[in-house]
């Protein structure tokens, strides 16, 4: 479904993926782990088409035709989504207005009816539940004043109303508490499906021990140095990066 071959990219002349190459199948969940700074998010903006990141080398493809050349928005009609690391607050835009404007966007795209009122809140409110989360948040402004694990069960909602055929999650689990972090990640087990492909990004083999991975892949320094099963997220919570680096050295 997606693939990475060989793929550079850089921001402002400064080289940050490095020759990444990853392939993702139907139904398959890949977790990437690396230290900070070693270029996941980068990653995760490169394949949805983020302008700040000019692709130097490679390419990244979609149901085998390459999509470098597509705008954020046609990615994301052909069914890309991407959950952010750090969720943008838009004043004045309720996260009903919004995610209701996204979902009927998405259901143009794919030449399909668009919700009304009563019907986008029907499914919305089935969706909220999936990841517990409270229901005043549809009519608040969007993430604006959330707390930190309002925001990711709100991007979990998100994930579960648009229904992408690729998600893509930068770090789900930062910030939340022990009892969200399960939450969260049984919402996203339960997104999981034959047709759709995730890409998990976490720093902690804990999320991952709700949500097992097909394969494990270590990202050092804009390259995937090492994949696995789950036995190399324990590895990495055990031992660190230094033994990654060391062994691909
Ligand atoms: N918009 C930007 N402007 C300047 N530098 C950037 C920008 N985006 C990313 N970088 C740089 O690219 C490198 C990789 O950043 P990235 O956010 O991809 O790391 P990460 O692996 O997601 O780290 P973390 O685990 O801390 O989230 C960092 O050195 C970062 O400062
Ligand atoms: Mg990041």
Redesign the pocket.
Known sequence: MLELKDLHAE??G?P?LKGLTLTLNPGEVHAVM??????????SKVITGHP?YQVTGGDVCFEGQSILELEPEERAHLGIFLSF?HPVEIAGVTTSVFLKEAVNATRRARGEAELDAAGFLRLAKEKMQLVEMDKSLLHRSLNEGFSGGEKKRNEVFQLAMLEPKLAIL??PDSGLDVDALRIVAQGVQAQRNPERAMLV?T?YQRLLEHLTPDFTHV?LDGRIVRSGGPELARQVEERGYQWVREASA
């Open positions: 921001i402002d400064t940050i690396g230290p900070n700074a070693s270029g996941k998010s980068t990653l700040d690391q930068d770090e990004i720093h990202l």
